[in-house]
């Protein structure tokens, strides 16, 4: 709410730029004619021209945040020409003087009380009016764009636009007499011009280091401890050790009466969201008299898919006797924001209860909690009576279900039943798993072998060495090393790493279809291939997603593999290793 009314405060004081003098007395020629016939039409030749050049301020803003290098660097190429024109007056003039003579031209020529004759000097004012607020208002835009969010994007435009439009009304009502009040207000106008240009160079040089995405995630999300488990960091990575013991399917676990669970607490509020999809947004009033199963995971996440077969049997199952499920959608890493690969992973799992996009971990902090994935298990008063992390004990987590549905008597319908999963959601045999989930990006990555040495955000020439140790890794070819992520920046880049598992994936992800090749061992896996893989090792990267690359038919005899994929071309960019 903060931005949205700063940002409409914004464009109320857009009008103090110097560049929109010149058509200013054409519109003021305008403040006694008619609303419909003149004034009407001018405002609406200004707001088609003004969201044409919004929308390439939003571009802009997707470019920064989503694109890959060269469209990043263009991008910024023109945020830092904005920023640099806001503080130097001759800069400014030279680049918007073009725009300034057409439109002082088409204002000139188009006289007349009118409809046509106003709509043009509407559009003069627009061409104008644009660029004065380009570079502020690509600012705010491209903050909304770094965290996927449509909605926010356009919300931004309509409270600038609507800023704008009242200092229009305002100077129409005024007439004349306006003119000279705000020349004298140019002083002022020029400082806080300069300064909101020092804040788009800023801007740039945050996008260039990463800080936009690595800055912003630190400090929404909270960093705890206990005296047993490190628990997630600031960045809120998933913790193999600490999930370990929960994500076996022989862990059972035990039933508990359900008068013997303590009341946790009552269900937080969800009005955190960015946004929900296959629902309306919920309340805690919505759900008041509903058994509430909430589900923390993101679409990347290996012990999150595992657990979604259930998830959704238990939705689909229950649905009739009063369970809702709410699956909470908490992005671990920057793709995971973008709400489009969020609807294209719940299309591909065949996902159809709600879902709440929780792209700032507003409902992650206030629920406290720590893990992907994290079930917690609402009463019909809103009150939470149980909750499990991680993968496992799954006849228990139905167990609490039935009994929260079954309180004050009520009959439940449904019957237990197998549940079948296929693929990647097959569960682990984590009793043999030896390697822990390992990220690439130099942010929280261990065991990586750097030879000759490793570079951070910058272009680094590596070598494999001839030998590995168990779960150590490396990198072959010329790579770009970041927080986050490794991307392969020439073809037939590699990645090796000495595992121990039956299977084997990886988060990648690629703007467009990159073949790889997987080799284990030196030879093709053929029967040990995954699922996105074939016989001899050959798969594309096409999206930004979790890949199996090996599971291994014989789990009865694992051993230490050597595990390596070459990218046939550049631009991939490689996340974390999961096994299972």
Same mark, same amino acid.
């Given at each position: 709410?903060?931005?949205?009314?700063?940002?409409?405060?914004?464009?109320?004081?857009?009008?103090?730029?110097?560049?929109?003098?010149?058509?200013?007395? $054409?519109? $003021?020629?305008?403040?006694?004619?008619?609303?419909?016939?003149?004034?009407?039409?001018?405002?609406?030749?200004?707001?088609?021209?003004?969201?044409?050049?919004?929308?390439?301020?939003?571009?802009?803003?997707?470019?920064?945040?989503?694109?890959?290098? %060269?469209?990043?660097?263009?991008?910024?190429?023109?945020?830092?020409?904005?920023?640099?024109?806001?503080?130097?007056?001759?800069?400014?003039?030279?680049?918007?003087?073009?725009?300034?003579?057409?439109?002082?031209?088409?204002?000139? &020529?188009?006289?007349?009380?009118?409809?046509?004759?106003?709509?043009?000097?509407?559009?003069?004012?627009?061409?104008?009016?644009?660029?004065?607020?380009?570079?502020?208002?690509?600012?705010?835009?491209?903050?909304?764009?770094?965290?996927?969010?449509?909605? %926010?994007?356009?919300?931004?435009?309509?409270?600038?636009?609507?800023?704008?439009?009242?200092?229009?009304?305002?100077?129409?009502?005024?007439?004349?007499?306006?003119?000279?009040?705000?020349?004298?207000?140019?002083?002022?106008? &020029?400082?806080?011009?300069?300064?909101?240009?020092?804040?788009?160079?800023?801007? %740039?040089?945050?996008?260039?280091?990463?800080?936009?995405?690595?800055?912003?995630?630190?400090?929404?999300?909270?960093?705890?401890?206990?005296?047993?488990?490190?628990?997630?960091?600031?960045?809120?990575?998933?913790? $193999?050790?600490?999930?370990?013991?929960?994500?076996?399917?022989?862990?059972?676990?035990?039933?508990?009466?359900?008068?013997?669970?303590?009341?946790?607490?009552?269900?937080?509020?969800?009005?955190?969201?960015?946004?929900?999809?296959?629902?309306?947004?919920?309340?805690?009033?919505?759900?008041?008299?509903?058994?509430?199963?909430? +589900?923390?995971?993101?679409?990347?996440?290996?012990?999150?898919?595992?657990?979604?077969?259930?998830?959704?049997?238990?939705?689909?199952?229950?649905?009739?006797?009063?369970?809702?499920?709410?699956?909470?959608?908490?992005?671990?890493?920057?793709?995971?924001?973008?709400?489009?690969?969020?609807?294209?992973?719940?299309?591909?799992?065949?996902?159809?209860?709600?879902?709440?996009?929780?792209?700032?971990?507003?409902?992650?902090?206030?629920?406290?909690?720590?893990?992907?994935?994290?079930?917690?298990?609402?009463?019909?008063?809103?009150?939470?009576?149980?909750?499990?992390?991680?993968?496992?004990?799954?006849?228990?987590?139905?167990?609490?279900?039935?009994?929260?549905?079954?309180?004050?008597?009520?009959?439940?319908?449904? &019957?237990?039943?197998?549940?079948?999963?296929?693929?990647?959601?097959?569960?682990?045999?984590?009793?043999?798993?030896?390697?822990?989930?390992?990220?690439?990006?130099?942010?929280?990555?261990?065991?990586?072998?750097?030879?000759?040495?490793?570079?951070?955000?910058?272009?680094?020439?590596?070598?494999?060495?001839?030998?590995?140790?168990?779960?150590?890794?490396?990198?072959?070819?010329?790579?770009?090393?970041?927080?986050?992520?490794?991307?392969?920046?020439?073809?037939?880049?590699?990645?090796?790493?000495?595992?121990?598992?039956?299977?084997?994936?990886? %988060?990648?992800?690629?703007?467009?279809?990159?073949?790889?090749?997987?080799?284990?061992?030196?030879?093709?896996?053929?029967?040990?291939?995954?699922? +996105?893989?074939?016989?001899?090792?050959?798969?594309?990267?096409?999206?930004?997603?979790?890949?199996?690359?090996?599971?291994?038919?014989?789990?009865?005899?694992?051993?230490?593999?050597?595990?390596?994929?070459?990218?046939?071309?550049?631009?991939?960019?490689?996340?974390?290793?999961?096994?299972?």
């Amino acid at each position: 709410m903060i931005l949205i009314i700063a940002t409409y405060l914004a464009g109320v004081l857009t009008i103090l730029s110097p560049c929109i003098l010149p058509v200013l007395p $054409f519109v $003021f020629s305008k403040s006694q004619s008619s609303f419909l016939k003149s004034r009407l039409p001018l405002l609406a030749g200004m707001a088609l021209t003004f969201s044409l050049f919004s929308a390439i301020a939003i571009v802009g803003g997707e470019w920064i945040g989503r694109a890959n290098e %060269v469209g990043r660097i263009v991008a910024m190429v023109l945020m830092i020409i904005f920023g640099l024109s806001m503080i130097f007056p001759h800069i400014s003039e030279t680049v918007l003087s073009p725009l300034t003579r057409f439109g002082a031209r088409i204002g000139g &020529q188009s006289r007349g009380d009118n409809i046509y004759g106003s709509f043009v000097i509407g559009i003069s004012t627009g061409l104008l009016w644009a660029p004065c607020a380009g570079p502020i208002l690509g600012l705010v835009l491209t903050g909304a764009a770094s965290s996927g969010n449509l909605a %926010v994007s356009i919300g931004l435009l309509l409270s600038y636009s609507l800023g704008a439009a009242t200092s229009l009304s305002l100077a129409l009502i005024a007439g004349n007499r306006f003119l000279g009040t705000l020349k004298k207000s140019l002083g002022v106008d &020029q400082l806080v011009k300069k300064a909101l240009g020092f804040a788009v160079l800023l801007g %740039v040089i945050a996008v260039a280091f990463n800080l936009d995405r690595t800055v912003l995630t630190r400090i929404s999300k909270i960093e705890t401890s206990s005296v047993e488990n490190r628990l997630l960091s600031a960045i809120g990575h998933r913790n $193999f050790e600490e999930n370990k013991p929960s994500n076996s399917m022989m862990m059972i676990g035990t039933t508990t009466k359900l008068e013997n669970i303590a009341i946790e607490g009552e269900l937080p509020d969800l009005s955190g969201a960015s946004s929900w999809l296959n629902s309306k947004p919920l309340t805690r009033e919505d759900l008041k008299g509903k058994v509430v199963l909430i +589900d923390f995971w993101t679409y990347s996440c290996i012990n999150c898919l595992r657990t979604l077969p259930y998830v959704k049997s238990w939705a689909e199952k229950y649905k009739l006797d009063g369970l809702v499920v709410i699956g909470v959608h908490t992005p671990e890493f920057a793709f995971e924001k973008i709400v489009s690969n969020v609807q294209n992973s719940l299309k591909d799992l065949e996902i159809t209860y709600p879902i709440a996009l929780d792209s700032d971990y507003k409902i992650w902090n206030a629920f406290k909690n720590s893990y992907w994935p994290a079930h917690y298990f609402v009463d019909r008063q809103g009150r939470i009576r149980h909750h499990h992390f991680g993968e496992g004990e799954y006849q228990e987590s139905e167990k609490i279900i039935r009994d929260l549905l079954a309180e004050d008597g009520r009959t439940i319908h449904a &019957q237990n039943g197998e549940v079948h999963a296929a693929g990647v959601q097959i569960a682990g045999s984590l009793e043999d798993v030896q390697s822990p989930e390992t990220y690439v990006g130099y942010g929280r990555t261990k065991n990586f072998v750097a030879f000759p040495s490793e570079s951070h955000d910058q272009i680094g020439q590596y070598e494999s060495p001839k030998k590995l140790q168990l779960n150590q890794w490396a990198l072959s070819g010329k790579w770009l090393v970041s927080e986050e992520k490794a991307t392969v920046k020439q073809a037939h880049g590699k990645v090796v790493f000495r595992f121990h598992a039956r299977d084997l994936h990886l %988060v990648l992800g690629s703007s467009h279809t990159i073949k790889f090749k997987v080799t284990i061992d030196g030879h093709a896996p053929e029967l040990d291939q995954g699922i +996105d893989i074939d016989r001899n090792g050959f798969g594309e990267v096409n999206e930004h997603r979790l890949y199996q690359l090996i599971r291994q038919r014989n789990s009865e005899q694992l051993s230490d593999h050597l595990f390596e994929i070459e990218f046939l071309d550049s631009g991939v960019d490689v996340y974390a290793f999961t096994f299972g």
